[in-house]
């Protein structure tokens, strides 16, 4: 409590609620997840919490809950920090050149991905199944290419706030999912 706040005041959240009738994030189980990241990171020990377990990071859609772009907007800032941690770590441990050849390695996998033909970059749920839009995929997929063959600027923000709609016949989910993991993680490894 700080001096200004009154005693028995309630404390402010950390957040704001989601507006009117809209769900949020569960109250509860965001901030449990923050304490859960901050005592991890306080501790300094490597592998306690990593920048993947933030960016999978999950709530439960409540009425009156957190509102989920400034939740989203704070883990992106915590997935960050953990990322630059691990960075210094992998720097530490494999040296410069090993962790500049392993990022590599992962940029050059996930470009080969990236530029195959439109409509064929990953796996197709049958017909009478969804997945993620063909077309919107594609669109993402040609700017992650231009970005990691010619460094057209892209945020890993950007890149961890993209959405697609759902199509019939569309992309495997948890193909585009796991590449687009892979850009983020690239991403903030070289900073």
């Known amino acids: 409590m700080t001096e200004s706040e009154p005693q028995g005041s309630p404390r ?14 569960e109250k509860r189980a965001v901030d449990a997840f923050l304490e859960k990241a901050r005592a991890a990171f306080e501790a ?43 960075r210094e770590y992998a720097l530490s441990r494999l040296g410069a050149r090993a962790w500049v050849a392993e990022t590599r390695d992962t940029a050059q996998v996930v470009l080969d991905r990236v530029s195959r033909p439109r409509g064929q970059r990953f796996e197709r749920v049958g ?3 969804f997945g993620y839009s063909v077309a919107e995929v594609d669109i ?22 993209v959405a697609f709609r759902i199509q019939r016949g569309g992309y495997r989910e948890a193909q585009v999912d796991a590449v687009l993991d892979a850009v983020v993680e690239v991403m903030l490894a070289v900073g």
């Open 140 to 161: 993402v997929a040609d700017r992650i290419a231009r970005y990691l063959a010619a460094g057209e600027p892209v945020t890993p923000e950007q890149v961890r706030s």
């Open 127 to 129: 017909l009478l199944h």
């Open 12 to 25: 402010s959240t950390p957040f704001p609620n989601a507006p009117g009738r809209k769900k949020g994030y």
């Open 44 to 86: 300094d020990e490597p592998g306690a919490l990593r920048s993947a377990e933030v960016r999978a990071a999950s709530f439960p859609l409540v009425r009156r809950g957190y509102a989920i772009g400034p939740v989203d907007a704070a883990l992106g800032r915590v997935e960050d920090a953990f990322a630059a941690r691990e």
